[in-house]
């Protein structure tokens, strides 16, 4: 009996030393998952750990509650050249391909990775969070797809493959300061990529989103800076932000697929409060938007206003807004620009081959429309209504001798032709004050009205001699009649 139970110790011992099991072998602080071997569930707690799947391995779990592969140390290095996955959908957050617990963690993927519910999830550490997938490579999952939580600062993200979710984001990244490049595909079924304060974006690829959802942003951002050079589309806004900067280069896209008639969706949204899910909530900063390309939606801008809310709510739009155009806004519900009623003193500047295609509405701000040199030959497909406030028209490229007419439209408005590099250049205005030329000088809306006027057309000469003689012998007869 003794030595029967020693070899079913020894049996059992050889078991868990199979190579299904133990394929990831460890020399000194380097990890290699070899080509053609299969490991399931692999827990590394070691700091400075180096790890390499290689083409042709697999590493996979399909348990509720085990990714994968679990990291507990600092330091990590992990590169994925084969395939990591946990194919488990059960929802409980656990049944990820990569589950994070430390500092300083690179992830470098030229394979696939996929989860069932997230596939790269950071759940505690203090930053450092690096995910780069290369051209042709591709990270997937049920929800989101990168999660970087607030505890995880400076996350970058560099993406030249596909990362992409079936029913949430493609990027969760809450850490402050955090980085994401895109040159390839970012695919979502919530919105595709999320993030907090001091985020910055640079799109040279696609963010596309699930277009059978409804009411989802292609990007979502508290503040920071949002560079596009490819294309955004969102079923809500393309881009949604509390306060920063937007540049939209030449040939790029933001496009909104939200219901004309909703005034909430457009390809730039602004929020009326500032909210990086750590401080109180508060009225957001400014805004700038330089668009060279092509925005769409709705709205092509928009800004949040509930009428049923006092104006000095906090979700209210009140703060000022920089708009730069020199591309297409192209707004299908007929409004382009949309800002809230509440908002501060804003301004949009029109040069080069700016069009607008619907109306522009400023806020209660002492707003600033500036038409610099147009090459375009249009101005505005409807109406510069300046709202409330004292609102100024510069006329930055041209003189008063450029004006060929200044009519009122009998409805508080007026109709301005311009003479343009293209041909003439026309669009309607309301509530603006005042207007400066390219020489310097200002007129009220009434004197530049009265300055294009018609003036009295002038009598032939020697009319009024003969109106005069006509006169006198009318009274001779007069005379002779009595």
């Not at 032939?460 to 012998?473: D, K």
């Amino acid at each position: 009996m003794t030595r029967i139970l020693l070899l079913s110790t020894a049996a059992l011992g050889l078991v868990a030393l199979t190579p299904a099991a133990q394929a990831c072998t460890l020399s000194a602080l380097s990890l290699t998952c070899a080509d053609g071997t299969t490991s399931t569930n692999q827990r590394w707690d070691q700091n400075g750990l180096t790890i390499l799947v290689e083409s042709g391995a697999t590493v996979s779990s399909t348990g509720a509650a085990t990714p994968a592969f679990r990291f507990g140390g600092n330091d990590i290095t992990l590169t994925n050249d084969g395939l990591i996955q946990n194919p488990n959908t059960a929802d409980n957050n656990a049944n990820n391909a990569i589950e994070v617990r430390g500092t300083n963690q690179t992830y470098i993927n030229n394979g696939t990775i996929s989860g069932g519910d997230r596939g790269i999830h950071s759940r505690g550490g203090d930053g450092g969070l690096t995910v780069i997938n290369a051209e042709s490579a591709l990270i997937e999952s049920r929800r989101q797809t990168v999660r970087g939580g607030e505890d995880y600062p400076g996350t970058t993200v560099i993406n030249d493959g596909v990362i992409r979710s079936t029913e949430g984001r493609a990027l969760q990244i809450r850490g402050q300061g955090s980085t994401v490049i895109n040159n390839g595909a970012l695919y979502g079924g919530e919105e595709v990529v999320e993030a907090r304060d001091d985020f910055t974006i640079i799109n040279n690829g696609l963010i596309q989103f699930d277009e059978s959802v409804a009411d989802q942003d292609g990007v979502q951002f508290a503040s920071g800076r949002a560079e596009n050079y490819g294309r955004i589309v969102g079923t809500d806004d393309a881009i949604d932000l509390d306060e920063g900067e937007v540049y939209n280069a030449p040939g790029a896209v933001l496009l909104s697929l939200g219901p004309d008639d909703d005034p909430n969706k457009a390809a730039i949204d602004m929020d009326g409060e500032f909210d990086n899910s750590r401080d109180p909530l508060r009225p957001a900063g400014s805004v700038r938007i330089v668009n060279e390309g092509y925005m769409e939606g709705p709205r092509a801008i928009s800004a949040a206003y509930d009428p049923s809310l006092p104006d000095d709510h906090v979700s209210q739009a009140r703060q000022s807004v920089e708009i730069v155009n020199s591309g297409t806004m192209l707004g299908r519900s007929g409004i382009a620009i949309g800002l809230a009623p509440t908002q501060g003193d804003s301004s949009l500047t029109l040069l080069g081959d700016s069009r607008i295609l619907g109306d522009v509405l400023f806020g209660a701000g002492d707003d600033l429309l500036s038409i610099d040199t147009l090459t375009s030959d249009l101005l505005i497909d409807g109406l510069f209504d300046g709202g409330a406030g004292e609102n100024t028209v510069s006329l930055v490229a041209y003189m008063l001798t450029d004006v060929l007419g200044f009519e009122a439209a009998g409805d508080g408005s007026y109709m301005l032709r311009l003479t343009g590099a293209a041909g003439e250049l026309a669009g309607g205005f309301r509530n603006w004050q005042s207007w400066l030329f390219a020489d310097g000088s200002r007129l009220s809306t009434a004197e530049f009205a009265a300055a294009l006027a018609p003036a009295p057309v002038p009598l032939p000469a020697g009319l009024p001699l003969l109106l005069a003689g006509l006169a006198g012998l009318g009274a001779l007869r007069l005379r002779a009649r009595g």
